[in-house]
């Protein structure tokens, strides 16, 4: 009797301690795949061409939206579905975003009130964010 609940008392704290190790993981996945620097593109489907008038800069679960000279910072939530995002913004509404979206484009999707404004990573100088971007 007395091995079986030694048995059952490490059996518990083996599942409890991998499964907090998962979810770590799972949180240091979603920060290193949503690191970096995003510009916004013209268009979602039709033309993903970069258009730097919007950025996001994304450093672990916090963010930065510069847009028409102002920015605007938050963090990040994950949900429990992979991909799905919620963005809590300082001030203004919520947003919900997905990674990847595009297919092979691998673009961030964030919807705001019913608009949605896709970005891209930003790969070059002339796609960085503006200089009234504060970093975070």
Do not use: H
């Amino acid at each position: 009797m007395r091995n079986i609940t030694l048995f059952l008392l490490l059996s518990v704290g083996m599942l409890f301690v991998t499964g907090c190790k998962e979810q770590k993981e799972t949180s240091e996945e979603t920060q290193t795949l949503l690191n970096g620097n995003w510009v916004a593109v013209y268009n979602c489907v039709q033309d993903p061409t970069p258009n730097p008038t919007a950025w996001l800069i994304i450093q672990n679960n916090n963010i930065i939206s510069c847009m028409n000279n102002t920015n605007v910072k938050g963090t990040i939530i994950s949900s429990k579905i992979q991909g799905d995002y919620r963005f809590s913004w300082s001030s203004g509404a919520p947003s919900n975003a997905q990674y990847p979206v595009g297919g092979p484009l691998q673009l961030l999707g964030v919807t705001t009130q019913a608009n949605t404004i896709c970005y891209t990573r930003a790969r070059s100088a002339s796609d960085a964010p503006a200089s009234y971007c504060n970093k975070l």
